[in-house]
């Protein structure tokens, strides 16, 4: 009996034709029968290394991943700070550990690749009153927190203690003690020098002077910053809390506008400003001898235009009256 080989032999073996030919037709596989039936044909069997291998790579590549996100290395354990000035550390890392750091978390939230500094600024941005904020991943385990603090309030001191007023008026943060003078230590201190003195008037007046109030501008600005000091000597206070109206709006505004412009204008550097009677104005007390009495509720720029005009011309050594206009007064 003569053999006759079968057409579909060798077509399994038959060289590739390019798959971009226009005339390559698709390949039929061998069916189950026609490769029994070829003497030639050899089913693959992956090898057991092939299969462990296949298995092992994406193991390694997920402990390989968990090792990053969990290993202590890279966990967020410093945050360091720039710029601070009436805000607190404290209550930063408040919120970015509450929210963004937070370790009782299934996964590791303070971890350096999860972290992310865009959501953190914004955060802080919405919450507190700043100018700018940059929030950088610092490799492996630090973040860096760089900040400007917005100068739209006031230190506001009522001769016993020191708040943070909003641009309202109202007292939305407690500072400190204001320090007072004891009126006994005043009296053992002028005793002495009073002892020969026949008349009380004289007593009486040089104790008024040890007791008199001055905010203590050097220590707040070292404190707190670069915000304008009002002392208010006709509105004392005996709480903080929630505090409305303690000063008229237009007031801080114009308060915040001079000390800006008498800097800028490289006139003087004010110190402090106090308040008699809100519709007589403000005393400017500077880093020069002589005082400023201004108001601000009348037209700022026009005052401190009048202000350079004396002092072009003019040296004084007490004071310089704005309020009234063009009519200058000093002395």
């Given amino acids: 009996m003569r053999y006759t080989r079968s057409q579909f032999d060798f077509k399994a073996y038959q060289p590739k034709k390019s798959r971009w030919s226009l005339f390559n037709k698709k390949k039929h596989e061998l069916s189950f029968s026609s490769r029994l039936s070829n003497p030639y044909a050899r089913i693959y069997r992956p090898s057991i290394f092939f299969r462990i291998k296949k298995f092992a790579l994406p193991i390694v590549i997920l402990s390989w991943i968990g090792l990053v996100l969990y290993l202590p290395y890279f966990k967020i354990n410093k945050i360091t700070y720039s710029g601070l000035k009436i805000l607190k550390k404290e209550e930063l890392e408040e919120i970015i550990n509450n929210d963004f750091l937070q370790r009782n978390r299934w996964w590791p939230a303070n971890n350096f690749f999860l972290v992310n500094e865009e959501s953190i600024g914004n955060k802080l941005q919405k919450i507190f009153s700043l100018n700018s904020i940059a929030v950088k991943k610092i490799f492996p385990d630090r973040l860096s927190v760089d900040l400007e603090e917005k100068i739209s309030t006031i230190i506001y001191d009522d001769g016993k203690k020191y708040f943070l007023l909003d641009q309202n008026g109202t007292a939305i943060k407690f500072l400190k003690e204001a320090v007072q003078w004891s009126p006994n230590a005043s009296i053992a201190a002028t005793t002495s020098s009073l002892a020969m003195s026949a008349t009380t008037t004289a007593f009486a007046s040089s104790t008024a002077l040890y007791t008199a109030h001055t905010p203590d501008y050097k220590i707040l600005k070292k404190e707190y910053g670069e915000y304008p000091i ?75 235009a009048n202000l350079k005009i004396i002092l072009a011309s003019n040296h004084p050594i007490e004071y310089v009256d704005l309020r009234f206009g063009e009519k200058v007064y000093w002395k």
């Fill in 230 to 304: 009002i002392y208010n000597q006709i509105n004392a206070t005996t709480t903080y809390e929630k505090q409305t109206d303690l000063i008229k709006p237009e007031i801080i505004s114009g308060v915040i506008s001079i000390s800006n412009k008498l800097k800028q204008g490289r006139v003087a550097i004010v110190n402090y400003f106090v308040i008699e009677n809100p519709g007589a104005g403000v005393t400017v007390y500077t880093n020069q001898p002589w005082k400023i009495f201004l108001q601000p509720l009348n037209d700022i720029d026009a005052q401190i």
